[in-house]
């Protein structure tokens, strides 16, 4: 299994207990167990799962799965798909930590853009990457 088959896969695993987490705070939220501003991290949530979990799992197994690109580079260029996991990840970490605060000022506003261009980065490196992948095998 390539090394960054294995950071998708693990990462993936981490942003399911976060997501769980952030889960049991927003449902905690309605018996009082938890502060007021927990509800802002609902696209937080949203994320964690399916871009954290769901994503980035199937990431790391299509990469690992997927038929040969060519001999010399059986899975394609490398650095693309590993700058698909810095843009997916830096763009979840920057969403988590923007969301409560957007509003506050404009500047969060501004990181959550960012995390959003982050994340369609990453999501556009592995499917350029991938892309030729999608073949029958040979």
Do not use: K
């Not at 502060?35 to 994503?55: E, N, Q």
């Not at 997916?88 to 509003?103: D, T």
């Amino acid at each position: 299994m390539p090394l960054v088959t294995r950071w998708f896969v693990r990462l993936s695993f981490l942003y399911l207990v976060a997501a769980l987490i952030v889960g049991i705070g927003l449902a905690a939220r309605h018996v009082g167990w938890t502060a007021s501003w927990v509800a802002r991290l609902s696209p937080t949530y949203f994320h964690f799962f399916m871009l954290g979990w769901v994503t980035q799992l199937i990431f790391g197994v299509a990469h690992w799965m997927f038929p040969n690109y060519a001999p010399d580079a059986p899975r394609g260029r490398e650095g693309l798909v590993w700058g698909a996991l810095v843009g997916v990840n830096g763009g979840l970490i920057l969403r988590a930590l923007a969301e409560p605060l957007v509003g506050r000022a404009a500047v969060w506003g501004w990181v959550l853009v960012l995390s959003a261009l982050l994340q369609w980065f990453g999501v556009v490196a592995f499917v350029w990457n991938t892309w030729p992948r999608v073949r029958p095998r040979r």
